[in-house]
C-alpha cells in the first residue's frame, strides 16, 4: 500500500480531504489537499498543514511514523501500536507502513478524520465482557495474541496512550453490557473509552476515576466516567467519548502536540504556549481560563504526566474551535520528578505568586479563586479515594504530595 484518501465526516457532512502517498522519488510521505475542500475554509491543522495547493513532503521522524503530525496524531502510542503489531504479525507482517498502520484505524479511530481503503474486519458486532478485555490485554502485554477476534483489535488498535484501553459501546450504563464500538450513538450504547486493569491490579483506574471526581469539583470541563467494577478485585475506568456530539454528530480532533507538530517525547512545551494557542484558535477567554484550571490542577494534584498530547483541541462542522474536555487525568510521579510541560518557566514547585504571575499575564481575574477551589477538591481526595478502594499505600503517598504542593501554595 503507498496511497490512501483523507476524508473528513462530520456525520452530516463529509469532505474528501486530499491524498497522502508514499513518494518513490523523495522517499518520503506526500500529502496534497483536494481542490474541492480548499474551498470549505476548514482548517484541519492550521500551523503545520494550512490549506493551500502546494504539496506537503513530511519530514522523517520515527516516533511520528515519518508523517505529517496531523496524521500522525491519529495513530496510537505504546499500547495502541503494540495491538496493531500483534494483528499484523498474525498474517506474518512485521515491516508495517504508515499508510497500513492509518488503514487499519479506518473509519474507528477518534476524530472526524477517517482513511480509505481502510483494512476490512470480519462482519457483524460482537458481545464483549469486561474479564475478555482484560485477559485480553494481559495476552497481547505478554506477546501471546494468537486467539484474539479482529474486532477487539480493531477496539484496541485505535486508542493512544501507554496503557491498555480499548473503544467499545457500554449500554444503558450496564457493565454486562458491552460490545465492540460503532462509533454511534443508538438505543441506549454510549461509546466509551474503557481503560481495563493491566497484569498489576486495578490501582490506577480507581486513582484516576478519583481524579476526575476532584477536577469536577474544581469546575474544569469533564465528561461523565464511570469505575465499571468486574469483580472486588478489578475495576475499570470508563470515559465518555468527547470527539462524539450529543447529536451523534463528530468533531475533528488534534492534540496540542499535532497542532504544533511535534514530539512530546523529546519536546518540553510551556503552558504559556498553550494559552496563545487556546486564545488564537477559540477566540474565546472561557477557553484560555479552562486551560488555566487544568494548569493549577495538574500542578497541584501532582498530575506531571501533562504533556502536549494529553490536551486536545475539537473543531465542529462550521470551522469553530474549542478546548476538548478533559482527559488523562491522575497522579502521576513524573520523570524526575518533573512535570512534562513547564509553567513560568518551571517543571514543579509552583507557588502561588507563581500562579498569580501566569493569571497577570494572560488577563485571567479569578486566578484565586480558581486556586483556592482547586485546593478544596485535591483535599477531598482521602475522602474520595476511600470510598473507591484505592490501596492506602497509594492513598497516603498520593495525600503527602497534594499537601505539599498546596502548602507551596498558601
Given at each position: ?7 473528513l ?120 465482557g ?34 491498555p ?45 478519583c ?28 470515559i ?17 502536540a ?29 477557553q ?5 484550571r ?17 490536551f ?14 478533559a482527559y ?5 510521579s ?10 513560568a518557566?518551571?517543571r ?44 492506602k499505600k ?17
Open positions: 500500500m503507498n496511497k490512501l484518501q483523507v476524508f465526516d462530520f456525520r452530516y457532512t463529509q469532505y474528501k480531504v486530499g491524498e497522502l502517498f508514499l513518494s518513490g522519488k523523495l522517499g518520503k510521505y506526500v500529502f496534497n489537499y483536494n481542490p474541492l475542500f480548499l474551498s470549505s475554509g476548514l482548517e484541519l491543522s492550521p500551523y503545520t498543514l494550512p490549506l493551500g495547493e502546494e504539496t506537503f513532503v513530511a519530514e522523517r521522524n520515527e516516533d511520528m511514523y515519518n508523517l505529517h503530525s496531523l496524521f500522525a496524531d491519529a495513530l496510537p502510542d505504546e499500547w495502541g501500536k503494540r495491538v496493531q503489531d500483534a494483528e499484523f504479525e498474525k498474517i506474518g507482517k512485521l515491516d508495517i507502513s504508515a499508510l497500513e498502520r492509518l488503514a487499519f484505524i479506518g473509519s474507528y479511530g477518534m476524530g472526524a478524520l477517517q482513511f480509505k481503503p481502510q483494512q476490512t474486519f470480519s462482519a457483524g458486532l460482537q458481545a464483549v469486561l474479564a475478555d478485555l482484560r485477559k485480553a490485554s494481559q495476552r497481547i502485554l505478554s506477546g501471546n495474541a494468537n486467539n484474539i477476534v479482529e474486532q477487539l483489535f480493531r477496539a484496541g488498535g485505535s486508542a493512544g496512550g501507554a496503557r484501553k480499548y473503544l467499545v459501546d457500554l449500554k444503558n450504563n450496564e457493565i454486562n453490557n458491552i460490545r465492540y464500538t460503532t462509533g454511534e450513538l443508538e438505543d441506549g450504547w454510549t461509546p466509551i473509552i474503557l481503560k481495563v486493569a493491566g497484569n498489576n491490579g486495578d490501582h490506577w483506574q480507581r486513582i484516576e476515576y481524579y476526575f471526581k476532584m477536577a469536577e469539583l474544581t469546575g474544569i470541563n469533564v465528561p461523565p466516567t464511570r469505575l465499571l467494577t468486574e469483580d472486588k478485585d478489578n475495576a475499570h475506568f470508563a465518555n467519548r468527547f470527539d462524539i456530539s450529543k447529536s451523534g454528530g463528530r468533531y475533528h480532533m488534534q492534540t496540542f499535532g497542532l504544533m507538530g511535534v514530539n512530546y517525547r523529546d519536546t518540553v512545551l510551556d503552558y504559556s504556549r498553550l494559552f496563545r494557542t487556546a486564545a488564537d484558535l477559540c477566540l474565546d477567554k472561557k484560555v481560563e479552562e486551560i488555566y487544568r494548569m493549577v490542577f495538574n500542578y497541584l494534584g501532582s498530575n506531571r504526566d501533562d504533556h502536549a498530547k494529553n486536545s483541541f475539537l473543531m465542529d462542522g462550521t470551522g469553530r474551535w474549542f478546548v476538548s474536555p488523562d487525568l491522575s497522579y502521576s513524573g520523570d524526575q520528578g518533573l512535570h512534562a510541560m513547564s509553567a518557566g518551571k514543579r514547585n509552583l507557588t502561588l505568586k507563581d500562579f498569580e504571575n501566569i493569571a497577570d499575564n494572560f488577563d485571567i481575574k479569578n486566578w484565586g479563586n480558581i486556586v483556592e477551589k482547586t485546593k478544596e477538591a485535591l483535599g477531598s481526595w482521602q475522602e474520595i479515594a476511600g470510598m473507591y478502594e484505592v490501596p497509594y492513598i497516603k503517598n498520593i495525600q503527602e504530595r497534594i499537601v505539599e504542593n498546596k502548602n507551596r501554595a498558601s
